[in-house]
Antibody, heavy 123, light 108 residues
Framework: EVQLVESGGGLVQPGGSLRLSCAVS????????IDWVRQAPGKGLEWVGR??????????DYAPSVKGRFTISRDDSKNSLYLQMNSLRIEDTAVYYC??????????????WGQGTLVTVSS | EIVMTQSPATLSVSPGERATLSCRAS??????LAWYQHKPGQAPRLLIY???TRATGIPARFSGTGSGTEFTLTISSLQSEDFALYYC??????????FGQGTRVEIK
């Protein structure tokens, strides 16, 4: 059974840092793209960033709103994906989901999702 | 960036009735469109991809149509478990894969 489980959310002050984890099971982690998607309170879903598969060199992409502040990394030995979030802003407050991607011509849709972890940025 | 617009924002439907949800793209996404169901506190669930292909395990009462800029998700006979938020997402232009703002299907 494919599972993705996020953890690491919490309350952080503006300007602070937080690292989210996404533990996966039920599939070969290195074979798949995994994305981070977030949902701010009362808002829709927003793509945050991508970690591509081993075959594509584990390259990453980021939304303009987080580029330079957020970093995605992987640890294949732990079947885990990470989102390091620095210089956090109030507008980064959201539930953060990791999702397995079905890659289509470099893009793709989200076949499996975790249940999310809440990040609150507030003073 | 392609903007996805869903309508209506809220749809009030009685159990057993048909629900029709719309999604419009600001430019053509061909058939590179997915639909998701999202319930509070749960993981979003993929319903439809390639505009009209049901994902594994999705009941036949869910169907997707459209191409280009106009898409529709139809739930033929609403069951109690279908009351939720529904999002469309284009993946023709990347990054990013943009989502609509969602349609809430509520009990009438």
């Amino acid at each position: 059974e494919v599972q993705l489980v996020e953890s690491g959310g919490g309350l952080v002050q503006p300007g602070g840092s937080l690292r989210l984890s996404c533990a996966v099971s039920g599939f070969t982690f290195s074979d798949h793209y995994i994305d981070w998607v977030r949902q701010a309170p009362g808002k829709g879903l927003e793509w945050v960033g991508r970690s591509r598969s081993k075959a594509i060199g584990f390259t990453t992409d980021y939304a303009p709103s987080v580029k330079g502040r957020f970093t995605i990394s992987r640890d294949d030995s732990k079947n885990s994906l990470y989102l390091q979030m620095n210089s956090l802003r109030i507008e980064d407050t959201a539930v953060y989901y990791c999702a397995r991607v079905v890659a289509v011509a470099g893009a793709g849709y989200f076949e499996y999702w975790g249940q999310g972890t809440l990040v609150t940025v507030s003073s | 960036e392609i903007v996805m617009t869903q309508s209506p924002a809220t749809l009030s439907v009685s159990p057993g009735e048909r629900a029709t949800l719309s999604c419009r793209a600001s430019q053509s996404v061909i058939s590179n469109l997915a639909w998701y169901q999202h319930k509070p506190g749960q993981a979003p669930r993929l319903l439809i991809y390639s505009a009209s292909t049901r994902a594994t395990g999705i009941p036949a009462r869910f169907s997707g149509t459209g191409s280009g800029t106009e898409f529709t998700l139809t739930i033929s006979s609403l069951q109690s478990e279908d009351f939720a938020l529904y999002y469309c997402q284009q993946y023709n232009n990347w990054p990013p894969g943009t989502f609509g703002q969602g349609t809430r299907v509520e009990i009438k």
